[in-house]
């Protein structure tokens, strides 16, 4: 079983879309949970950690669900900027972050 | 700022090359780490230094060989690499242990 595992999609969605990606993880000694996407030939970006309470920003929402070891996020009101890799990573400790093998977002006009 | 910086952009060597990556950070991290990135797959850890000193090496060929030379600074040495080895090399940094990662944008390496 993966450590850190996605649906690698792709999604394809039109802009506007609400879609919802799916992360679950393995290690329940896990402590710290983030997004990142990455865009092709890029570096991976940081789009946000999340948090046992949830948490939003703007029009992406991610929540934690330690109990069933899942990790989501929601991205509302798609923009053709969005169209991305989303990786779902978690930290185990000693300064280790396990990748996801990430989820593609295509969103078309 | 959140920013890695990183060089070479591009780097193409021979297999009895010898090349150095370079990968700075201003923003007073304490831990820095090398990731190797084929292409459609993930980030693979290679290698982290917390406090300057090495504290994680993913069992990497001795081929590749890191080094701190201080807190802002972190390098990797290449020697006698493999075709195999071409791929984007991501520098990153955090503040503390679990906290997020920067990345920087990578050097992108091709052995001939």
């Known amino acids: 079983r993966k450590e850190v595992e996605q649906d690698p999609g792709p999604f394809n969605v039109p802009e506007g879309a609400t879609v919802a990606f799916n992360c679950t993880y393995s290690?329940?000694?896990?402590?710290?949970f983030f997004w990142y996407r990455q865009d092709c030939r890029k570096e991976p970006k940081l789009l946000m950690s999340?948090?046992?309470s949830g948490n939003e920003d703007g029009r992406f929402t991610a929540q934690l669900n330690r109990a069933s070891q899942y990790i989501s996020l929601l991205i509302r009101d798609s923009k053709l900027s969005d169209s991305a890799t989303y990786l779902c990573v978690v930290g185990d400790s000693s300064y280790k972050l396990i990748f996801g093998s990430g989820t593609r977002l295509l969103v078309r006009p | 700022d959140t920013e890695v910086t990183q060089t070479p952009k591009h780097l193409v060597m021979g297999m009895t090359n010898k090349k150095s990556l370079k990968c700075e950070q201003h923003m007073g991290h304490r831990a820095m780490y090398w990731y190797k990135q084929k292409a459609k797959k993930p980030p693979e850890l290679m290698f982290v230094?917390?406090?300057?000193?090495?504290?994680i090496n993913e069992s990497v060929p001795s081929r590749f060989s890191p080094e701190c030379p201080n807190s802002s600074l972190l390098n990797l040495h290449l020697h006698a690499l493999q075709p195999e080895d071409s791929a984007l090399y991501l520098c990153?940094?955090?503040?503390?242990?679990?906290?997020?990662?920067?990345f920087g944008p990578g050097t992108r390496l091709t052995v001939t």
């Open positions: 230094y917390s406090y300057e000193k090495l504290s």
């Open positions: 990153a940094s955090s503040r503390a242990d679990g906290e997020a990662q920067y």
């Open positions: 290690n329940s000694a896990s402590q710290s």
């Open positions: 999340v948090y046992s």
